[in-house]
């Protein structure tokens, strides 16, 4: 049972355009999300963060936004650039980090010239 | 700041074997949680210790075991390798249980 889903497993988008990646949960003990951007042959390297008593949460170009009610968590990335191709992972936490991460299976990001 | 360091890179080993991974987290950082990554499964928590002591573990068999030393240095060991157990072993270390963790580059185990 998968608790945390990304639907797209791939996104292309135009160099300078916006990026949105999507992150669906089911888990609603989840208090603390995640984003990681991951290159072939290198760890997850983190992106940015919310806590679930914040909708919104901005860091340079990357800005993720929280909806509660839906459960539904999204990564913008304005304005996209090339260094940004890479697979983006979703990632949520219950408060106690009782279970680790848990991650999504990731959506891997094409930014074209 | 040096980063989290996970030796060895790459190993190759055969069904029946045991294999010990290393990880040396961030300077400080006294959480070290490992994960494995397979192309089926993606992403999954196997354990976390906390000031040497394991403090939670994932859906992974016995076979699967880990430790932390004083230093907050930690190892996994996985016992009767099977093919299934090929994946990339990814070691993250945070400074408090819940803070967002810093992975290292990963260990790259093939079962062959």
């Known amino acids: 049972d998968q608790q945390v889903k990304q639907n797209s497993p791939s996104l292309s988008v135009q160099e300078g355009r916006i990026s949105i990646l999507n992150c669906d949960y089911t888990?609603?003990?989840?208090?603390?999300f995640l984003w990681y951007k991951k290159y072939p042959a290198e760890g997850p390297t983190f992106l940015i963060s919310?806590?679930?008593?914040?909708d919104k949460n901005e860091d340079g170009r990357f800005t993720v936004f929280l909806n509660k009610s839906a459960k539904h968590l999204s990564l913008h990335i304005v304005p996209s650039q090339p260094g940004d191709s890479a697979v983006y992972f979703c990632?949520?936490?219950?408060?106690?980090?009782?279970?680790?991460?848990?991650f999504g299976k990731g959506t891997h990001l094409i930014i074209q010239p | 700041k040096a980063g989290v360091t996970q030796t060895p890179r790459y190993l190759i080993k055969t069904r029946g074997q045991q294999v010990t991974l290393s990880c040396s987290p961030i300077?400080?950082?006294?959480?070290v949680s490992w994960y494995q990554q397979t192309p089926g499964q993606g992403l999954q928590f196997l354990f976390e210790?906390?000031?040497?002591?394991?403090?939670n573990k994932g859906n992974f068999p016995g076979r699967f075991s880990g430790r932390q030393f004083s230093n907050s240095r930690s190892e996994m060991n996985v016992s009767t390798l099977e093919l299934g157990d090929s994946a990339l072993y990814l070691c993250?270390?945070?400074?408090?249980?819940?803070?967002?963790?810093?992975f290292g580059a990963g260990t790259r185990l093939s079962v062959l």
């Open positions: 993250a270390s945070s400074l408090v249980q819940t803070g967002i963790q810093y």
């Open positions: 888990n609603s003990m989840f208090d603390y």
């Open positions: 919310i806590s679930s008593i914040k």
């Open positions: 990632a949520a936490v219950e408060g106690g980090g009782a279970d680790g991460l848990t």
């Open positions: 300077s400080g950082h006294r959480s």
């Open positions: 210790y906390f000031s040497e002591t394991q403090r």
